[in-house]
């Protein structure tokens, strides 16, 4: 498999969800058929869930077999000498009609040890709020077990959780052991370790269209949760044609790029690159061949594409790992 590399657009894999709705449609243009459409995966290698490459020479091809082939050249020779073929980031959409279940992700140590899983570090770029819309991030003082089991029980949770009211370009950051929910009325751009281990801790008591209640996992979370006070929101600058610092952590790095015309990437081929395009339109040019985009467009730029221009007036957010 020689083909020459290109930037890669895959295939959406969409997820009906309790609390999903149309947006993901009217919004960003994703082909959904259901109308409680929660999540676009945009780009997966999660077991079942490996995304399908949607352009170009290697369009039908699953990602980890292009990844099987060409490690290096597609993840990048450092991300390669760490994680081996394995692609470590997950990226959606995801659109709440209704609120999610409050929720916490395990750590590395404790996703390793039950489930032989990434702990699930994630981030969250706010695409649309309507007005009064809000997120769960975490408690509003230091907290503890016993305080925390005993509000579950008596349905008063959400006194000691961190409400915030968010509008459009907020970011927040959220650590494992991190308790949260993305209220209704949000549609969200989401950054994450390849995982999709999730401890469910109180789901409002809703049933499905069958009255069944969704499984929580309140004995599993207990050791997983931070019960700590912690900042969640992330202030970042908007220099147009920059590539502003949003995120960088261990896991991934997610800078913010306000595109007015032109602007020259040049890369060192040590990590990948993933555009995804939260307004606007734009285009990748490579040695002369462009690659056009729009609001809602996830592109991966193999870590072998060292040098490109990105063209247009959109709002980007770039992701990678240093």
């Known amino acids: 498999m020689q083909t020459k590399l290109y930037p890669l657009q895959f295939e959406p894999i969409l997820k009906e969800r309790i609390w999903g709705g149309e947006k993901l449609k009217t919004f960003l243009n994703k082909p959904i058929v259901s109308p409680i459409t929660g999540e676009s995966w945009e780009l997966s290698t999660v077991k079942g869930d490996c995304s399908v490459i949607a352009n170009g020479d290697f369009k ?8 099987e082939n060409q490690p290096a050249e597609i993840l990048g020779t450092a991300v390669y000498q760490k994680f081996g073929k394995q692609f470590p980031l997950l990226f959606k959409f995801l659109d709440a009609r209704e609120d999610l279940s409050i929720q916490v992700h395990p750590n590395d140590a404790l996703a390793q040890e039950r489930h032989n899983s990434f702990g699930k570090t994630e981030m969250w770029y706010v695409m649309q709020a309507d007005p009064k819309s809000r997120l769960i991030v975490g408690f509003k003082e230091d907290s503890n077990a016993t305080e925390y089991l005993e509000k579950l029980e008596n349905k008063e949770l959400l006194t000691i959780l961190d409400t915030k009211e968010v509008q459009k370009g907020d970011v927040f950051f959220l650590e494992t052991g991190t ?20 401890y469910r801790l109180y789901d409002f008591d809703r049933v499905d269209a ?7 996992h309140v004995d599993l979370a207990l050791d997983a949760i931070n019960y700590k006070k912690v900042n969640t929101q992330k202030q970042y600058t908007k220099l147009v044609n920059q590539s502003n610092t949003m995120v960088d952590c261990p896991y991934f790095t997610t800078n913010y790029i306000p595109l007015q015309g032109d602007m020259v990437i040049s890369k060192t081929g040590e990590s990948f690159s993933v555009y995804m395009v939260v307004d606007g339109c734009f285009s990748i040019d490579i040695n002369g061949v462009e690659y056009k985009y729009q609001t809602g467009d996830t592109v991966l730029v193999p870590a072998a594409l060292q040098s490109f221009t990105l063209s247009g007036n959109a709002s980007l957010l770039e992701i990678y790992i240093s």
Do not use: C, F, P
């Open 210 to 216: 069958h009255g069944n209640t969704r499984e929580l």
């Open 179 to 198: 308790v949260h929910a993305i209220g209704a009325g949000l549609v969200i751009a989401e950054i994450q370790q390849t995982s999709d281990i999730t």
């Open 60 to 67: 039908g091809v699953e990602l980890m077999e292009l990844i």
